[in-house]
């Protein structure tokens, strides 16, 4: 982890716009020909027009502001209702994610009318979702919800009843539906970093080890972090790997420490953030040695778990990415650095350990168990454990290789002061809404709940992005509460481009959403626990002294 303690106080200089009304469209000075890049001081696209927003901004440091958004008010349409679930559909560890709540309008009816023989207010609803940059779905199917209710006590009490008669299901709040004409409210928080004029640096960080988590306001404060958000998706259950491990790419001070899911898109901040970007990745890793090679399947990871999938051919149950699902494969050859953890993941097949020159020091025939200083090591399990046995002799040098390539296939050699963490869906690109939830994984073929919950519906979101000119924002929206809506996927992207970002991307959200600013956290993350420890973050740091 960067352990740079940094000082610098902030500058507290705040300024209330509220905003009514204002038109959607781009100013004359922040205006690219055929890009239509939105003015950033426009209303925010979500709800009616007309609706009260303000915008209070303030100082952090020369260079970094940060912007508290809050538009409308709350809905009095608004209720709360229980939503009934398929049997044996929710049984993710994930506290995000969505439980099974939608099928085909014929099961939906005969769903609703068995609830309503058994006593309860059941009706059968039609979901429908707008088209993306790569689906157009229409029709996702029907739901079945239970009662309208002023209070979510008053649900809860209804849920219980529900499954005390055999069923099962959650409770909701209609203003997460996603509909367009909802009043809000909305509450969301931005941070810019101007580089022509703040002299900090915008890092990522894993923290001490990638097998473990921490909280944002953690890393923040080991950091003397003037501002973080959360960053990328990461391993949550043990079943899927090693908590708090990058669910795709990580690049910490120009070191690969992550895969990609190849083809999926990173947020990638260059020379400390004075030039940051969205771009696709994939990778190629080898082994070689006396002219013999083996390709690599992955980077700090345990080996046969690929969470989001987009791993190597003969992954099941596919290739491609997945998001949410972590896809297996009993033959894999995945490679250790010291940043892991104070020991590899335990297992069957073979390790090779390897000193700070890449010499074979010892051939593990169990795999896992600490590191040499400054040593590293290379795993193999099924198939592979005879190919690695035959290459790593005892002293032999074993050269480790891994390729970055953009999703121009050319290729992406990262400095120092270059820092990548995963993400997906894109949102924006040059300007323009691309929204692309079926070529990132986010479409799970045979199960609409999936899209509905993750997609479609309103959830806290993390976004990144850059501007026209040259920024670099990073924004939180608060959700799950009947104060803060949240965002669906379509409207993160309308509010994106309504910042006047000019390439945008989702990074993690849910529980994970996170705003650190002096110190503070200054949103409201969703887990009833209250902040949620995370796989990495974005820090801005002040200026050395």
């Known amino acids: 982890m960067k352990k740079r303690r940094l000082g610098g106080a902030a500058v507290a200089l705040g300024v209330v716009l509220a905003v009514t009304g204002l038109p959607a469209q781009a100013s004359a000075g922040n205006r690219t020909a055929g890009n239509r890049i939105a003015d950033a ?17 303030r100082t952090l440091q020369p260079g970094l502001t940060l912007t508290r958004i809050v538009r409308g008010t709350v809905d009095p349409a608004h209720h709360w209702t229980v939503e009934a679930t398929i049997p044996g559909g929710d049984t993710s560890p994930d506290p995000d994610a969505p439980p099974t709540t939608l099928k085909d309008k014929a099961s939906a009816d005969e769903l609703a ?9 059941a009706r059968a609803e039609q979901v429908t979702t707008p088209s993306t940059t790569d689906y157009s779905p229409g029709t996702l199917g029907w739901r079945v919800r239970i009662g309208v209710f002023s209070s979510q006590s008053a649900a809860t009490t209804q849920r219980t009843r529900l499954i005390n008669a055999g069923y099962s299901g959650s409770v909701t709040y209609t203003g997460w539906d996603g509909v367009t004409t909802d009043r809000g409210p909305w509450r969301i928080d931005v941070l810019t970093i101007d580089p022509r004029t703040f002299r900090g640096s915008l890092d990522a960080t894993h923290g001490p080890d990638i097998e473990n988590r921490e909280t944002v306001s953690t890393l923040a404060a080991d950091a003397g972090a003037a501002a973080a958000v959360n960053a990328g998706f990461f391993v949550l259950d043990p079943r899927s790997g090693a908590p708090g491990d990058p669910a795709g790419v990580g690049v910490y001070d120009g070191r690969l420490l992550s895969e990609p899911v190849n083809g999926r898109p990173g947020f990638v901040v260059h020379d400390g953030g004075r030039r940051a970007q969205v771009t696709r990745l994939t990778w190629q890793g080898r082994v070689t040695a006396r002219g013999t090679s083996l390709t690599l399947d992955g980077v700090n990871r345990v080996p046969g778990l690929i969470r989001n999938c987009g791993g190597s051919e003969g992954d099941s149950p596919t290739s491609l990415p997945l998001h949410d699902v972590t896809c297996t494969n009993p033959d894999q050859l995945v490679a250790f650095t010291q940043e892991y953890g104070a020991n590899t993941p335990q297992g069957e097949g073979v390790e090779a350990v390897l000193d700070r020159r890449g010499r074979v020091q010892e051939l593990r025939s169990v795999r896992g168990g600490p590191l040499p200083s400054g040593g590293s090591s290379i795993q193999a399990t099924g198939r592979q454990v005879s190919a690695l046995t035959a290459l790593a002799r005892p002293g032999e040098r074993l050269r480790v290789e891994t390729t970055l390539r953009d999703d121009q296939g050319r290729r992406v050699t990262p400095s120092p002061g270059t820092d990548i963490v995963n993400a997906g869906p894109e949102l924006v690109r040059d300007g323009r809404l691309h929204v692309t939830p079926a070529t990132d994984g986010m479409v799970h073929q045979g199960d609409p709940s999936w899209y509905y919950g993750w997609v479609h519906k309103r959830n806290p ?3 990144a992005g850059t501007d026209g000119s040259g920024r670099t924002v990073l924004v939180t929206a608060d959700g799950r509460s009947t104060d803060a809506l949240g965002l669906s996927i379509t409207e993160s992207a309308k509010v994106a481009r309504s910042l006047g970002l000019r390439d945008a991307v989702n990074l993690d959200g849910g529980g994970s959403t996170t705003m650190v600013a002096n110190g503070q956290v200054i949103n409201k993350p969703s887990d009833a626990a209250g902040e949620r420890p995370v796989g990495d973050a974005l820090l801005v740091l002040p ?3």
């Not at 001081?41 to 901004?57: F, I, K, V």
């Not at 009318?113 to 207010?121: V, Y």
């Open 461 to 463: 979101r993390t976004l």
């Open 113 to 121: 009318a068995d609830l309503r023989a058994d006593g309860f207010d």
């Open 543 to 545: 200026r050395r002294r």
């Open 41 to 57: 001081s426009a209303a925010l696209p979500l709800g009616p027009a007309g609706l009260a927003e303000t915008r209070t901004t």
